[in-house]
């Protein structure tokens, strides 16, 4: 096993783990610091495939400002009690069922897929590189570029439409 | 790409308008003009005048099939923007805003016609989908609004999550975005390919509102402002119908024997949950919410279907069901009371109001001599060409059966009761008038199919 696999076995490990973490923690706060583990995780995967632009943009904006935000939410909402509503067992049961058949479908799907064998690559490839990344995102993905600002536009004048005082 | 862009710079000109313009006449009449010129813009497009050449690297094809639906859509927000543009002003203070988003979700409805990458579809339904949010909870006084939004906003966003993990699945088989890849790795398919497909599918369900993802459909549709309803049930709903067509009918089409059964079954659903459900209704947008979801039953048809009948009696279908329901709605509006009992001898008061009414609600029930029931005509006629699935078009024939029923209850009240059915606000001549265009469209396309088909070919 080189050193490449272990990091990567202790990556997934960690990801797996502390997402776990996350959906299984009553408190809030901490559900939203073990998220920050996840993200740190799925960011040294980034790393793992040379892809550093993409690993320090996943650092910067999920866990540096969306979860700031996150915790700065959850601060202003009183959490003292215990605000969680009962759930019902049966909506419980219902929902326990269907992930598990989403579950099953995933594993049986990629069970026997064919994978080709060199779908990442480790270490050497260097399109995760932000020049590479540049060229390709204002060359070939130019039109999808441009038109997701249309989609940022648009979340903003929403949020000045929610926001704005009448 | 004349539409796009133009709407997209429309989208930005109606929010320098805001500030600019001070009365609402006037953004009014910019937002009425913009969306002229787009209606234009497109047609000159179907007719060779480009006025922008952009290279799109493959990812958007504007053919017949997208830029005939895109002229239908604009057409249908033309009309909608003439009938209900006024009311618009009294949802909330940003009424400049609200075509902006408007504008936009037009932006969105251009790229789900026309993708040709899965890339793009996912940027259509989201540029569609976040306006839309908004839009649903832009009567924010009112808590039902407020709640509409919520839920939407949390469902749709898991939704668009599932279709997220559908094309990461699928480009994890075929390696690739781009559709004419999928069609070729769709011949030898594999498990991933098929769980990848069936997550789009019910991503797709959900944003057409089908049977059993239908839940957010009525709480939505009956929180939001009603003008918003209008729109969101007609237009947007379109507009998801013709992406998902598109997606099945090139991307997934070599594994048509593989989702045929799915969508069988879907469709029978929505047409029972949302027919029965209508039947007991008390409120009539609440019913409207309810009959959009069996009309999707209809429109799922053509999916099922997947031939040259089920094309063009897509848009037919869709042209008559928004047209149809833009009006019915543009009348609810004007009422005070949105229940059955509200229009109790509406007709005595109001007689043309009444009698464009009826022909809209004749339209959506199917009955002869309107659009409506051609447009059935054309979707079952699909579905027996498909053939080996008697079973489904006999269950929706019943179905549209049922759906007399709670039309006809608006009908009944109108006529065969009394009251003094109020009225919220002054019914203008120009409105009426327009009304009354609308209906002659509706009976036209039912007697003459061909004045909107034509089009589609030459």
């Not at chain 2, 002003?89 to 990458?117: D, M, T």
């Not at chain 2, 120009?430 to 002659?440: D, H, K």
Request: charged share 10%; hydrophobic share 60%; proline share 2%.
């Amino acid at each position: 096993m080189s050193i490449t696999q272990i990091l990567f076995w202790v990556l997934t490990a960690m990801a797996i783990g502390s997402s776990l973490m996350m959906i299984t923690r009553k408190n809030p706060v901490y559900s939203v610091l073990w998220l920050i583990m996840t993200f740190f995780a799925i960011s040294g995967h980034y790393l793992l495939m040379n892809a550093q632009f993409l690993f320090i943009v996943n650092l910067i904006v999920y866990t540096g400002a969306i979860m700031v935000l996150f915790l700065y939410v959850l601060m202003l909402i009183d959490l003292r009690h215990d605000t969680e509503p009962r759930k019902n067992k049966w909506l419980k049961f219902a929902g326990a069922v269907a992930g598990g058949c989403l579950l099953l479908v995933i594993v049986a799907a990629l069970k026997d897929s064919d994978i080709k064998s060199n779908v990442v690559q480790t270490g050497e490839g260097d399109i995760g590189l932000i020049a590479n990344l540049g060229k390709a995102l204002f060359n070939e993905y130019v039109v999808p570029f441009e038109i997701s600002s249309i989609l940022f536009l648009s979340a903003m004048v929403g949020a000045v439409v929610i926001g704005k005082k009448e | 790409m004349n539409a796009l862009l133009i709407s997209a710079v429309m989208g930005v000109l109606m929010m320098f308008s805001s500030f600019m313009l001070k009365s609402k006449s006037a953004v009014r009449n910019v937002a009425l003009a913009g969306m002229f010129l787009i209606l234009v813009a497109n047609i000159l497009d179907t007719y060779g005048w480009h006025l922008f050449n952009i290279p799109t690297e493959g990812m958007m094809h504007f053919d017949r099939f997208s830029l005939f639906f895109n002229s239908i859509a604009f057409a249908c927000t033309f009309i909608f923007f003439l009938l209900s543009a006024r009311d618009m002003e009294k949802v909330g203070i940003n009424y400049a805003e609200y075509f902006s988003l408007i504008f936009f979700i037009l932006c969105g409805i251009v790229l789900v016609a026309s993708f040709q990458s899965l890339l793009i579809l996912f940027l259509g339904i989201e540029i569609i989908s976040i306006p839309l949010y908004i839009l649903t909870g832009s009567d924010k006084r009112n808590l039902k609004s407020n709640e509409a939004s919520l839920k939407y906003f949390l469902l749709g966003s898991f939704s668009t999550g599932i279709m997220l993990m559908g094309i990461t699945l699928l480009y994890g088989h075929a390696g690739s975005f781009d559709i004419t890849v999928l069609i070729k790795a769709g011949e030898k398919p594999s498990s991933l390919a098929i769980a990848g497909l069936l997550m789009l599918l019910f991503a797709m369900a959900f944003k057409v509102s089908a049977a059993p993802f239908h839940f957010w459909t009525p709480d939505v549709y009956d929180g939001a402002p009603t003008v918003f309803t209008s729109f969101m049930a007609t237009i947007v709903k379109a507009a998801a119908f013709i992406g998902f067509m598109r997606l099945f009918s090139t991307a997934f089409y070599s594994l048509h024997d593989q989702w045929q059964m799915v969508i069988a079954i879907i469709t029978a659903l929505t047409l029972l949950i949302g027919n029965i459900t209508a039947v007991f209704q008390q409120s009539i947008k609440r019913m409207l919410a309810y009959s959009s979801i069996s009309q999707a039953g209809f429109m799922m048809l053509a999916l099922f279907a997947l031939n040259g009948t089920a094309t063009e009696g897509l848009f037919l279908y869709v042209a008559a069901y928004s047209l149809a329901t833009i009006g019915v709605f543009a009348v609810l509006i004007k009422m005070k009371d949105y229940t059955f009992e509200g229009f109790n001898g509406f007709a005595r008061h109001h007689p043309f109001l009444a009698a464009v009414n009826t022909v809209f609600l004749l339209s959506l029930a199917g009955i002869p001599l309107t659009a409506g029931f051609l447009a059935k005509f054309y979707m079952l006629k699909a579905a027996v060409e498909a053939g080996g699935f008697l079973w489904l078009v006999i269950f929706a024939v019943l179905m549209a059966a049922v759906s007399v029923y709670y039309y006809f209850r608006v009908i009944q009240a109108m006529y065969f009761k009394e009251g003094d059915a109020p009225v919220s606000m002054e019914v203008s001549r120009p409105f009426q008038w327009v009304l009354g265009v609308l209906a002659f469209l509706i009976i036209l396309l039912g007697v003459f199919p061909n004045a909107l088909l034509y089009w589609f070919y030459f």
